[in-house]
């Protein structure tokens, strides 16, 4: 088979596309054909040696993926060869999704969505699974509470914003002024410009804030929070942050995503109730992971994605 893979850490041009040799199923796996991979800025932080969870090269990348089942390894049930599947194999261990067959384990797959084609679904998980993770088992969110989505036309962002409106929340949401408008199609009820307005002037009564970014939001975010409310942060929270949040009763929770059969299902649900798309600004052959990751690095709206 092809995979892209890399020998040194570096800038996009270290990925190079070479022939591997295909793998097989173990027990409880299932061997898939990708159609569709999704990239993720931890893809990049891992290609670059920033984020060393795949230890030193060789390695290939790669976590989101959509395809169609190849072969069953030993005592799996529920899928058969031909099925269409979808998930976020092993993260944060290799899944090598970068290729044009990988190993999962059973439990990491889901049925993909009917209603998205493989580009979509492939762009899905990591980001969606973010996205569900943080505003449901870590934030609790619930009908009628009032949400602040940072980065809202990102890769997490845009699924968090339409997850959330899903779930009955009032949501609130930052972007540049070129994604705006694109933030308001996904129905986010106030939309804030980031570049133009200081948010913690504009919201208010924040019930939970997902932070994607890092750095001053997390402290910053604390002024719209009610007392008693979530900060969800996908980026580590310093100890000052955690002090002034403590002294109003505010929950701080640092995530990390982690594999999940059951926000797959939940995911694939909503976008067959039409009620969560992905947006993939483009999409790109395996042989160009290398262009497909400096597209990424530009921070485009939505998802990135390679079709082997």
Same mark, same amino acid.
């Given at each position: 088979?092809?995979?892209? %893979?890399?020998?040194?850490?570096?800038?996009?041009?270290?990925?190079?596309?070479?022939?591997?040799?295909?793998?097989?199923?173990?027990?409880?796996?299932?061997?898939?054909?990708?159609?569709?991979?999704?990239?993720?800025?931890?893809?990049?932080?891992?290609?670059?040696?920033?984020?060393?969870?795949?230890?030193?090269?060789?390695?290939?990348?790669?976590?989101?993926?959509?395809?169609?089942?190849?072969?069953?390894?030993?005592?799996?049930?529920?899928?058969?060869?031909?099925?269409?599947?979808?998930?976020?194999?092993?993260?944060?261990?290799?899944?090598?999704?970068?290729?044009?067959?990988?190993?999962?384990?059973?439990?990491?797959?889901?049925?993909?969505?009917?209603?998205?084609?493989?580009?979509?679904?492939?762009?899905?998980?990591?980001?969606?699974?973010?996205?569900?993770?943080?505003?449901?088992?870590?934030?609790?969110?619930?009908?009628?509470?009032?949400?602040?989505?940072?980065?809202?036309?990102?890769?997490?962002?845009?699924?968090?914003?339409?997850?959330?409106?899903?779930?009955?929340?009032?949501?609130?949401?930052?972007?540049?002024?070129?994604?705006?408008?694109?933030?308001?199609?996904?129905?986010?009820?106030?939309?804030?410009?980031? %570049?133009?307005?200081?948010?913690?002037?504009?919201?208010?009564?924040?019930?939970?804030?997902?932070?994607?970014?890092?750095?001053?939001?997390?402290?910053?975010?604390?002024?719209?929070?009610?007392?008693?409310?979530?900060?969800?942060?996908?980026?580590?929270?310093?100890?000052?942050?955690?002090?002034?949040?403590?002294?109003?009763?505010?929950?701080?929770?640092?995530?990390?995503?982690?594999?999940?059969?059951?926000?797959?299902?939940?995911?694939?649900?909503?976008?067959?109730?039409?009620?969560?798309?992905?947006?993939?600004?483009?999409?790109?052959?395996?042989?160009?992971?290398?262009?497909?990751?400096?597209?990424?690095?530009?921070?485009?709206?939505?998802?990135?994605?390679? %079709?082997?």
């Amino acid at each position: 088979m092809r995979a892209v %893979t890399q020998t040194s850490v570096g800038g996009p041009d270290v990925l190079v596309l070479a022939d591997r040799p295909s793998p097989s199923p173990a027990a409880g796996e299932v061997l898939v054909r990708v159609k569709a991979a999704g990239i993720n800025p931890v893809d990049a932080a891992v290609r670059a040696g920033y984020y060393p969870l795949l230890g030193e090269p060789p390695f290939t990348l790669g976590w989101d993926i959509s395809g169609t089942v190849e072969a069953l390894g030993q005592g799996v049930s529920g899928f058969k060869v031909g099925d269409d599947v979808f998930g976020m194999p092993r993260f944060p261990g290799q899944a090598a999704a970068y290729a044009e067959l990988a190993v999962s384990p059973a439990g990491d797959l889901a049925p993909k969505p009917a209603a998205a084609d493989h580009v979509q679904a492939g762009a899905l998980p990591l980001a969606g699974l973010t996205a569900w993770q943080g505003l449901v088992r870590h934030g609790g969110l619930k009908p009628g509470q009032r949400a602040l989505i940072h980065a809202a036309a990102g890769g997490v962002g845009h699924l968090a914003v339409q997850i959330a409106k899903a779930l009955g929340a009032h949501v609130t949401a930052t972007a540049s002024p070129a994604k705006l408008d694109f933030v308001r199609s996904l129905g986010a009820d106030e939309v804030i410009d980031y %570049t133009k307005d200081d948010f913690t002037e504009k919201a208010r009564q924040i019930d939970l804030v997902l932070d994607p970014i890092g750095g001053d939001h997390a402290d910053r975010s604390l002024a719209v929070l009610r007392d008693g409310g979530v900060l969800v942060s996908l980026l580590n929270v310093n100890d000052s942050t955690r002090e002034k949040a403590g002294e109003r009763d505010i929950r701080v929770e640092r995530m990390s995503v982690v594999p999940d059969r059951d926000g797959l299902v939940e995911l694939a649900r909503l976008v067959d109730a039409g009620k969560l798309r992905v947006h993939v600004a483009k999409a790109f052959p395996l042989e160009q992971a290398g262009e497909a990751h400096a597209f990424l690095a530009a921070r485009p709206t939505g998802k990135v994605a390679l %079709t082997p």
